[in-house]
């Protein structure tokens, strides 16, 4: 089993540093969206901006993989890609790869 | 065949109802503006007045908030919190670089508050980027009996879940906001407004309403290791 150390458990990661903190990525296939921009609307981290209707994921992204942009878009254009992974003190334990449910 | 192998064999085919509501349920944004029935809000009620709770303490009290005053003024106040909180520890910003050890020692001193997530959904509210109840026409607070039996928080998650299924269900959408709590842990303005007192203390709140788009839909999650104890052996499975 994965454990923290005690390094880890006292180190503060700095939450915009990507080898600290890795926040979640998801892709867009341009193809099937219709620029409805629900998911621009909807994203709790305001990870997407529309350049000229055209959703994409700003840089830094704040993604925590809720995939709740994957739900709600209509024609399905939207895939998690990444998950997020957190070091030192918040440091992911015991994940591993995204999965749907299994039946 | 007897009736657990029926069962079994059907269960390798489909999901069960209560399955899917669980697997489908999203947190949901974006609301329209029409009210919910008020016997909807009444039968989630009694899906968290049904709740299973240590002792059967139900160390529970809602509130519910259908009053866009009311809804917004709690709203208000986080976000003038918020604002505060980051004024002093947002250090991602350029020229604000010095304010990285104050938020060190915030973090450290409230680690869970201040985890990446929250740190910045802290200023995003701030912003008003982010939503508090994102336009719910409904709101549920819950508060905890802080005399309740062995650990009330967990009894009020149990009867949130409930209530958040439920909606689920009826083709609602809901959020968990527990960002209002600053409203009333750092202010006593909505605690007098809304008459709350000891024993009750705020846990959490649901924002309840109908969805725009169709947001309910199955996603993949990471698995998890899970130690499995079976036959004198110890597996991992994910």
Known sequence: ?103 | MGRQGQIAEELHKEWTETEEVILKRRSVRFYKKAQVPEYMIRRILEAGRFAPSAGNGQPWKFVVLREPDIINGITETTVTICRLFKSLIEYRIPGKRWRLPIAKLNIRIKPAELHPVPFSACTLIADRALGLFHGAPTVILIFKDVRGISNPDLDCGIAGQNMVLAAHSMGLGTCWVSFSKLAFQYTGKWKKRLGIQYPYKFVTSLSIGWPVGDPDGVIARPTHAVDWYEDGAKTVVH
């Open chain 1, 1 to 103: 089993m994965a454990h923290l150390s005690f390094a880890e458990k006292h180190r503060i990661p700095i939450y915009d540093d990507p080898a600290q903190v890795q926040w979640g990525l998801v892709a867009f296939d341009y193809d099937k969206c219709r620029r409805c921009g629900l998911c621009v609307q909807i994203c709790p981290a305001s990870c997407f901006e529309a350049i000229e209707d055209k959703p994409r994921m700003k840089t830094p992204a704040e993604c925590m993989m809720c995939s709740d942009c994957v739900a709600i878009c209509p024609e399905g254009a939207i895939t998690a890609t990444q998950n997020f992974h957190y070091t030192g003190r918040y440091k992911t334990i015991g994940f591993g790869h995204l999965q749907k449910p299994r039946l």
